[in-house]
């Protein structure tokens, strides 16, 4: 199929990246990193006015109402910019959870707090097993409370609520409910936190069926290959930059063919990826047979492309390149924790196998046992 993008898509890209480069510039991220508080109220204030907290749910809900291929554009330019905080674990992953499973008054009671910039939430799938899938969960859900651990949960320490992933459904809990405790988990991106989230007989609202998840995360992994694909881009352009800068030999390295075919290599894996996020997202939104697939197929690309990227990134720079005062590193460790996060390339080519073998039961956790 031959891709391009409206005018109202162009446009919405475009004051995206302004927005980003105007609120968000690596200054302001660096700060957030290192005070260890990625959360900036002010910042999550300004996007909810831009309605970006509510871009692809409906109206009703306050929300924009936006296709997928918006939401992918936005968050590609949210990873260009290294977004710091919790956009992507409330809007493309909790959000579109709660849209996915949750009744008309659930929604409005919860979904449209997350449209008004109201409210942030992220989901809580993961266990000590690893594993994507929940039949292999252990969080028992029984009388409307849960009890049990799951791992690697997402800003959860600055969730107004959370939804669980269980085997008996997805429930939501509030951030203040007794039982609930959040630890923090040691994180290799700076600009995102991991949190250990325990149940000891918490009170929790059933919001759906666990069947309905799939469709929902998938949303979720298409929408972070954009926002590995902006990341990637910005690697790519200060590579590019510097290797016309940097000298060796009274010539810029940039003149080198070596260096050359790297840069060219990161062009290709990033462009690749672009396409592949861009036709899942055509994909979601049109409930193309192959969507799932397709969805797989971006995830298991970009998950070894941004680690390529950045390799490459870091090895043109040189030892300049693991300086600390270089953004390399950071959009570096971004791209390490977004590339197992939902499932990294091996989990995703085994779930294309599952899917060309038994489209219907495959799931985004199908019957892998690791988070691989």
């Given at each position: 199929m031959q891709f391009g993008l409206n005018e109202s898509q162009e446009i919405l890209k475009q004051n995206a990246r302004q927005f980003f480069a105007g609120e968000c510039p690596m200054t302001h991220v660096r700060h957030l990193a290192e005070s260890k508080q990625p959360y900036d109220p002010a910042?999550?204030?300004?996007?909810?006015?831009?309605?970006?907290?509510?871009?692809?749910?409906?109206?009703?809900?306050?929300?924009?109402?936006?296709?997928?291929?918006?939401?992918?554009?936005?968050?590609?330019?949210?990873?260009?910019?290294?977004?710091?905080?919790?956009?992507?674990?409330?809007?493309?992953?909790?959000?579109?959870?709660?849209?996915?499973?949750?009744?008309?008054?659930?929604?409005?009671?919860?979904?449209?707090?997350?449209?008004?910039?109201?409210?942030?939430?992220?989901?809580?799938?993961?266990?000590?097993?690893?594993?994507?899938?929940?039949?292999?969960?252990?969080?028992?859900?029984?009388?409307?409370?849960?009890?049990?651990?799951k791992l690697f949960v997402l800003d959860a320490d600055v969730a107004d609520f959370i939804v669980v992933a269980a085997p008996s459904g997805v429930f939501l809990v509030e951030a203040q409910a007794p039982g609930l405790s959040v630890t923090p988990m040691p994180a290799l991106d700076l600009t995102r936190h991991l949190y250990?989230?325990?149940?000891?007989?918490?009170?929790?609202?059933?919001?759906?069926?666990?069947?309905?998840?799939?469709?929902?995360?998938?949303?979720?992994?298409?929408?972070?290959?954009?926002?590995?694909v902006g990341g990637m881009q910005r690697v790519l352009d200060l590579t590019v930059d510097y290797a016309k800068m940097r000298k060796q030999f009274g010539k810029p390295i940039g003149t080198f063919q070596a260096v050359q075919h790297q840069c060219a290599d990161m062009y290709l894996e990033t462009e690749s990826s672009r396409s592949a996020a861009y036709y899942a997202a055509w994909a979601l939104e049109h409930d193309a047979p192959d969507a799932a697939t397709a969805t797989s197929i971006a995830k298991m690309y970009a998950s070894d492309a941004c680690r390529a990227v950045g390799n490459r990134g870091i090895q043109i720079?040189?030892?300049?390149?693991?300086?600390?005062?270089?953004?390399?590193?950071?959009?570096?460790?971004?791209?390490?924790?977004?590339?197992?996060?939902?499932?990294?390339?091996?989990?995703?080519?085994?779930?294309?196998?599952?899917?060309?073998?038994?489209?219907?039961?495959?799931?985004?956790g199908g019957n892998d046992r690791s988070s691989r």
């Open positions: 910042l999550w204030s300004k996007m909810a006015a831009q309605g970006y907290t509510g871009i692809i749910f409906p109206e009703k809900y306050d929300g924009l109402g936006l296709g997928k291929v918006e939401l992918i554009l936005l968050l590609e330019e949210a990873g260009r910019a290294l977004l710091p905080g919790p956009f992507w674990s409330t809007v493309a992953v909790a959000g579109a959870v709660i849209d996915a499973v949750a009744s008309d008054a659930q929604k409005t009671k919860y979904l449209a707090r997350i449209c008004r910039g109201e409210a942030r939430s992220t989901l809580a799938l993961v266990e000590a097993g690893a594993a994507w899938d929940l039949a292999d969960a252990s969080l028992v859900a029984a009388n409307g409370r849960l009890t049990g651990e250990a989230v325990q149940f000891k007989d918490t009170p929790a609202e059933k919001l759906g069926e666990g069947a309905n998840l799939t469709r929902a995360l998938n949303i979720a992994t298409a929408a972070l290959v954009a926002e590995m720079h040189g030892g300049n390149g693991f300086a600390w005062e270089n953004d390399l590193h950071l959009y570096y460790r971004r791209a390490k924790a977004s590339e197992t996060m939902l499932g990294d390339a091996t989990f995703h080519r085994e779930r294309i196998a599952r899917l060309v073998i038994d489209p219907v039961s495959a799931s985004c």
